[in-house]
């Protein structure tokens, strides 16, 4: 079959990206052009190229193919290129190097027709024949129709925490942008805002680099992913979406984990996981933001069991402690700061002096804080408008970006964690795969004809 007519630009080439230009060159779609503004992250993304060796992936490697035809092929990969990787969870830099494999091999195919960019993308305009890409360097493209693959925009300051105000090296705004061991010594605090999966992997960063001074890690309710077990479950998953309120399926959910473990009934769920979320109205997705989400983040993104270990030893060792809480106030102590946070349900202070605060809250969505050159110019121009809930960009059901007057942006779209305000359920492999072969197959006529592809 001969590949369609058009040119689709694809802005950022991380697990998202990559993958969308591989599943368009595999469905016979049109010419692509994939731009990465950080060359090292091409075909990997922030997940899998900032990782440290001891980081391993939460979902099991049987899980993890890029390919939803073909469920067997990271397994197959690791056979072939990795057999010395064994276990369940495979390190995400080992996932990394998987990815780049997929994408210099489609490139290595792809004759003319997939193109890879190491630069900035700074302006989209709107033209007569679609769109002009403009770069940094001053270089225009032209193209027909235009994917946003942004990834997760970086977290936002805490309130209470003013970084202006402490000295240089206290505040560490992103994780992966430097190492957070540097210039710690054995008796430094450092302190984790945050106890999610981003504090885990800051946690165990700090300990590969060799520090073994004491960690606090804070966050508002103090919940810790949970882990996986040795031997995974296999629920057969639901058919169709349950019904009845949002109270009622989280009693559903209680009542199947007391029948088959609360991993298999969180489990089962994902196949209708994105049907709830579309079915739900602004309202009831509100309250599970506020009220279920960190329950529901905790539960569905687990810990590999040896991840687990390792944070187990920590805090039997004293090394590293959970607690939750909020911050009130930071101020300066000469090359360290007084942080002051309020326990929950508690209305007296703590104070403790750290080293190091290192934000790991984790990605945010909010368009309207960006400071993105991109993102900003098409929010000003009413190209796209964030949702309702600051989770992202509005998009529809097919991931078409919504404009600032409320209508369907024929030809540019949201790919990946950006948009999972139409879709929830976007920034695990399993979701993003799927995401990026539907566009695929949207982008290169596909879906017209019968077929899963080449």
Not at 75 to 80: A, G, I, P, Q, V
Not at 164 to 178: E, H, I, K, R
Not at 351 to 356: L, S
Request: charged letters at 20%; proline letters at 6%; a positive charge.
């Amino acid at each position: 079959m001969n590949a369609p007519d058009g040119h689709v630009v694809i802005i950022g080439a991380g697990f998202s990206g990559s993958l969308l230009a591989i599943n368009l060159l595999r469905h016979g779609g049109p010419r692509v052009t994939l731009i990465e503004r950080r060359a090292a992250q091409i075909g990997r993304g922030v997940a899998y190229s900032a990782a440290d060796p001891g980081h391993l992936l939460n979902v099991r490697a049987g899980n993890m193919s890029a390919l939803p035809d073909a469920p067997d092929h990271f397994t197959d990969w690791l056979s072939t290129h990795r057999p010395d990787v064994t276990g369940g969870f495979a390190p995400r830099t080992v996932y990394g190097t998987y990815l780049q494999h997929l994408l210099n091999e489609a490139r290595a195919h792809s004759g003319k027709r997939l193109n890879v960019i190491a630069g900035e993308a700074v302006a989209l305009r709107r033209t007569e024949a679609g769109f002009a890409v403009e770069m940094d360097d001053g270089i225009s493209l032209a193209a027909d129709r235009v994917v946003l693959a942004i990834g997760n925009l970086p977290p936002h300051t805490p309130a209470g925490l003013d970084p202006a105000a402490l000295p240089a090296d206290v505040y560490a705004a992103d994780p992966w942008a430097g190492d957070i061991a540097e210039g710690l010594a054995v008796d430094d605090t450092v302190v984790l805002l945050g106890t999610g999966l981003t504090a885990i992997d800051a946690a165990l960063l700090l300990e590969t680099r060799g520090f073994r001074g004491r960690i606090l890690a804070l966050s508002r309710r103090g919940l810790v992913p949970r882990r996986h077990v040795a031997a995974g479950g296999h629920p057969q998953g639901l058919s169709e979406r349950p019904g009845g309120t949002l109270s009622g399926i989280v009693r559903s959910v209680r009542r199947r984990a007391r029948e088959i473990g609360w991993r298999d009934a969180v489990d089962e769920l994902r196949p209708v996981t994105q049907m709830l979320w579309s079915g739900a109205d602004i309202a009831a997705r509100a309250r599970f933001l506020r009220h279920l989400r960190p329950f529901w983040d905790v539960h569905r993104h687990r810990l590999a069991p040896s991840v687990a270990a390792r944070v187990d030893a920590m805090c039997n060792a004293g090394r590293l402690a959970f607690a939750a809480g909020k911050i009130a106030s930071a101020t300066a102590e000469r090359a360290h700061a007084r942080l002051a946070w309020r326990p929950r349900h508690c209305d007296v202070a703590e104070t403790i002096r750290t080293r190091r605060i290192v934000n790991c809250t984790g990605p945010q969505g909010d368009l309207l804080r960006t400071r993105e050159p991109l993102l900003r110019q098409l929010i000003a121009d009413g190209q796209i408008r964030p949702d309702a809930l600051r989770l992202g960009l509005d998009v529809d059901a097919w991931s078409h970006a919504i404009d600032r007057d409320g209508a369907v942006q024929e030809h540019l779209y949201c790919l990946g964690p950006m948009a999972r305000s139409g879709l929830w359920e976007v920034v695990a492999v399993p979701d993003l795969r799927r995401q990026s072969w539907d566009l695929a197959r949207i982008l290169a006529n596909a879906h017209w004809v019968g077929g899963e592809g080449l």
